[in-house]
């Protein structure tokens, strides 16, 4: 459905987006990852016509969103950053002159607000002036407006901002449930939500993508990717690093916490072990006793970290170990 | 017919959007008191003694407007901007033609409602004397026409900040030149140094060498001309701006 090819966005000197190419299809959920400033915001308007690219097209639904503007809007719905909406006005007659601008008339504009009021609770403030709302109604109302035209593509720029734990529940429950017929791009920083909802990630760094994939391989990109966390008691971690480096599989263990009974310790793969590091340290204990022992997924913030940050990550990682 | 539909929806908007704040109401208010007070007060239209209203009530509109209408344009574009909506706006299927004309088409039948309501006065030199109702009419027809002038320019002043109070003072600088170019005084200053031919050509620039036709009641299709093309040109220079902006 959405399709950017080549895609630049040069403000004065600064190259904003560098040469973005990407499809989304129907279906299909892709979370937007990237430090502020790498060029999130910027793409996404470039894909809802708000501002032009410098170079490079970007199609919806087939319409080329610069030549004709007009019909590859009418298939978009889009909820800016900071989910602006006009404060003199009323809940619902925001959202009865969002209906009428996309052309819904009638009954189908009375069917269109009732449907969006009723899918992101708007019904206490329907008659509340949009001023006058908290910023989590207010958000809301904002997305109520970017649906209701039930659009085949959704751009939402950090859909779950400043909303509280519950709201951000709701919201991604939301997003997972309309990406089953629809095209949607999310930006967000926060990486559990990539997990929550996205099928797709993309991250991107100084207007670039630096990582393209499922939730699942990006975290294979972690170092953290099949580490084992292990804590044992009857032994001193001296000792224990002495044993365990013994073992083929393992690279380098690293001591989390240590006191007079037990010792935590985290211990890292060499490649292609694929998984026969936990078994291999449960034959290995003789003399000490396992507590606990678990394999680690990998994490994604470790994986931005260290993708967008390379020369910080790993100072970061020391510190944490 | 779907371009006229789209702004038609944004014109409901913006005019709903006048009716709620208080804006409106002292705006109709504060025009009304002075259109009264120049009126009567200072235009002398007692003391004349003549069953029309030219002189004492025409006269002093291209002065209200000069402070009055970028007032109500001031916020056209510079909220829209401000509070970030203008991103909403911009990407709902229209074009940005429809939403600039739809934005200046409410605040100018908002102001034709405020001129409309000057009607007591109309009543009153009615019941006065017997005036030639078809020079009152196209002197209101010009004062709307002059209005739209201004408000067209302040679409420009108000897009290209997001600072209302910007906006305001440079279309004040604006509309005074577009006056000042006709007002007797300046013209008499410059005819001391300059040929007739650049005179006239100023002056061919100023609102009030305009609509002193309509007050006499010659509806001269040059200086309806003039007022359309101030708005057309106006309105495109605005369309230029908001482009300028979001190409960055």
Redo the contacts between chains.
Sequence with gaps: MIKVQNLV?I??AKHAVDGLSFTVERGEVLGFLGPNGAGKSTTM?MI?????PSAGTITVGGFDVVGQ???A??L?G?L???A??????TVN?FLN?AA????LRGDAKRRAVHRVVEMCFLEAVLHQ?VETLSKGYRHRT?FA?SVIHDPDVLVLDEPTDGLDPNQKHEVRCLIRKMGEKKAIIFSTHILEEVDAVCSRAIIIDRGKIVANGTPEQLRQKSDWAGAVTLRVSGINGAALNQKLSQLAVVKRMTVLREDSTSVTVRVFPKSNVNGALAPNIADAAQGWRIEELHTEEGRLDEVFRSITMPDTAATANEEKK | MNAWSNIKTITKRELGAYFTSPLAYIFIVIFLLLCGFFTFMVGGFFERGEASLGRPFFDWHPWFYLFLVPAVGMRLWAEERRVGTIELLLTMPITTWQAIVGKFLASWLFLGLALVLTFPIVITVNYLGSPDNGVIFSGYIGSWLMAGAYLAISCVTSAMTRNQVVSFIISVVICLFFILAGFPPIIRLLEGWAGTWLVDTIASFSVITHFDGFQKGVLDSRDVLFFLSLIGFSLFTTSVVLRGHRAG
């Excluded at chain 1, 809802?48 to 032009?52: A, M, N, S, V, Y």
């Excluded at chain 1, 602006?84 to 006005?89: L, N």
């Excluded at chain 1, 009428?100 to 052309?103: K, P, S, T």
């Design positions: 966005k403000f004065g308007r809802t016509g708000f501002i032009p503007a007009i019909p809007r009418r978009i889009y800016p950053e900071n602006p909406a006009y404060t003199d006005m007659g002159f009428e601008i996309r052309g002036s904002c407006q």
